[in-house]
């Protein structure tokens, strides 16, 4: 061979080198495409209005890269599951939304099982937003609406859900792991014993979840796999950054959230009802989770026909959670029960409201090693007849019970205390509360106990989370300036109101100087 043939054919292999990448690249698709179900075409270039697409089929047959928008025509209708391809990166998430004048585009899964309507798997870097989901069917079945997976990946990021509309989902009613699997939304790992797995940065914002079995929102880890929250196993493992908010969770036949596998993170300003419609199961519950923050959500008419049935439950395995400015009503039970883990601890539950919930209000469960409740309001009418608090006989626990008010004008209400026979361990330090209208029988110890009337504006009232005014206090209320100093106590009430952390406060959830 000449050395000039041997420089072509080594230049020429360069070339190769250099441009297959590009011809890769070209085929993933970065720019905005349009879908229209009834005047689109799959041979159309998707690249406009009027060149739109038509099909699932099209869009699921298409790998798409950083910055591509793929926009479905508002007011379609397609019949079937929509799984598009690729990932987006930091600064150019991929885009899902709608376009056009009209309703949600809507995606029916037409009964399809073992699958969400819309899904990804082991991609990030994705927001879709402004889409109608359903997935109804005559008989039960494995189907979820979202439905996030990853599988021996490594950390998936950025992964935003906003504005959605999800409804029937005819999923599984139960208790047990494949029941809770099915879900208007559902994050999961599937694996991770190649290479750890993750999620970062999950937004779950204004979002309307209705008639739902089993689940509203639920993350979870597939294996079932629920390692105490600490340690190389649970870093590897965690979700962080995780927002759930602003959402509409109603009709759903179990628990409106189950949060798993979560590091810090906020869930707030939720509403949420109708909840455990089919089987028990407390509204929003926590399970391996560390230092997760609960607040300003509004739950009522759980209608939970056995256990569970409050608003809030940190379950097993959910140490520093805290619980805060929220309002429960007329719930199955109340606002808090601590399905707990013995070794959990730094648990708070502060500054809430609980009105005409039935049942159990406070219910010490599980063993846990320490929590606190302070600064909570819990207003009885004489038409309830609760346990005020409970204790499990037979746990271990350890709370704080302080700058509450019970007010209670029903004389079928009780407390029910652990037996002293009883195997389990109770240390439980009450301060500073004030109990107001009928004491029922074993109201409990309180060397600074109030029982005078706090002078609530107008209690009872509340409708609504934006409508508590009734529970601030008159200049004159007794409970103004007669709580006790609590340290880390958030910096203010339900009212946005300060706390100082040197000056001693109200007792309840209101901290102003009175009206």
Sequence with gaps: MTTLKFRNILMYSAL???????IILANIVTSA??????????NNSGISEKEAWQSLEKVNSITFGPGAKIMFKSGGI?????YPKGSGDHNHPIVIDKYGKGSKPLIDGNGIEGKGVVSLYNQEYWEINNLEITNNSDIPGDRRGVEIKAEDYGTINHIYLRNLHIHHIKGIIGNGHKEKRTAGIYITTVSDKIKATR???ILIEGCHIHHVENQGIATSHESGVFDYPEGEKWERRKLTDLNIRDNIIHHISKNAMIIRMAEGGVVERNLCYETATGITGNTIFSRTVRGTVFQYNEGFLNRSPDADGSLYDPDINSPETIWQYSYSHDNAHGLVWFCTHKRDKGIIVRYNLSQNDRGILVYFNYAFTEA????????????VSPIIIRERSNTDHTYKFHNNIIYNKSKNAMYRFASPEGKGIQNRAYSNNLFFGIHPKDEPYDPNKLISDPLFVNPGTAVGLSTLNGYKLKKRSPAIKSGTLISNNGGKDLYGNKVDSKEKPNIGIYNGDGL
């Design 16 to 22: 190769c080198l250099i441009f297959v990448p590009k």
């Design 33 to 42: 495409v349009y879908v229209d179900s009834e005047y689109g075409n799959d």
């Design 78 to 82: 397609w019949l079937g599951t929509l």
């Design 199 to 201: 999620y970062n940065d």
């Design 372 to 383: 606190s409740l302070y600064n909570n309001v819990f207003y009885i009418e004489d038409h």
